[in-house]
């Protein structure tokens, strides 16, 4: 079992629609970290949280230190939104070393 | 545009081959990474950099051979590699190592299949 659980796996929309992905983890961290990667392969990242609720744009990244969970919510998807995006922890003991999830996979149709 | 660039974009080679991959980055930061990314995996750490000196191998075969000559540059030498070693192999650099604060910044990465 992964350290970093993400779900769903795969996430099919429609523009416009509010979409909402999780990443739940089991051990202790100092930060999390959302990312977003492209079909070409490059990597972005979008947020990095420690505790609360970060916003940018239509993204809206929350996190729950004592259920060990977070979240990325998308409000009014496009398709330019389709991508993986993924969930990594920086765990307390690591320094900068990241434990990634697998990834979910969103797909935004027009 | 992150600010880190890798060359080339797509590698393809023979089992028998010595190739290079080349990470750069333009941001002024003292860490740097390699990860490989393959097929329906999560992303796996293979080697650290910090002010040019290796600081964390993680397990990796010897062909993997990792170099960093500056703070700017980082190489991951490949030989006598094997098909399961087809993979996206990225880089992503940072300002330090230290901290939990430190956001990672990637290149586009190198999509490497061997035959």
């Known amino acids: 079992k992964n350290e970093v659980e993400q779900s769903p796996q795969n996430l099919t929309a429609q523009e416009g629609e509010f979409i909402t992905i999780n990443c739940s983890y089991s051990v202790g961290i100092s930060a999390l970290h959302w990312l977003q990667q492209h079909p070409g392969g490059g990597i972005v990242s979008l947020f990095m949280l420690s505790s609360g609720k970060k916003k940018h744009g239509r993204l809206i990244a929350t996190i729950n230190i004592q259920e060990k969970h977070s979240s990325l919510h998308i409000t009014a998807s496009h398709p330019r939104d389709s991508a993986v995006y993924i969930c990594a922890v920086r765990q307390q003991t690591s320094g900068s070393r990241l434990t990634f999830g697998e990834g979910t996979q969103l797909t935004v149709n027009p | 545009e992150t600010g880190v660039t890798q060359t080339p974009r797509h590698l393809v080679m023979g089992m028998t081959n010595k190739k290079s991959l080349k990470c750069e980055q333009h941001?002024?930061?003292?860490?740097m990474y390699w990860y490989k990314q393959s097929a329906k995996k999560p992303l796996e750490l293979m080697f650290v950099?910090?002010?040019?000196?290796?600081?964390e191998n993680n397990s990796v075969p010897s062909r993997f051979s990792p170099e960093c000559p500056n703070s700017s540059h980082l190489f991951l030498h490949l030989h006598t590699l094997q098909p399961e070693d087809s993979a996206l192999y990225l880089c992503a650099s940072s300002q330090d190592l230290a901290g939990g604060t430190e956001t990672q910044y990637f290149g586009p990465g190198t999509r490497l299949l061997v035959l």
């Open positions: 950099y910090s002010l040019e000196e290796r600081v």
């Open positions: 941001l002024g930061h003292n860490a």
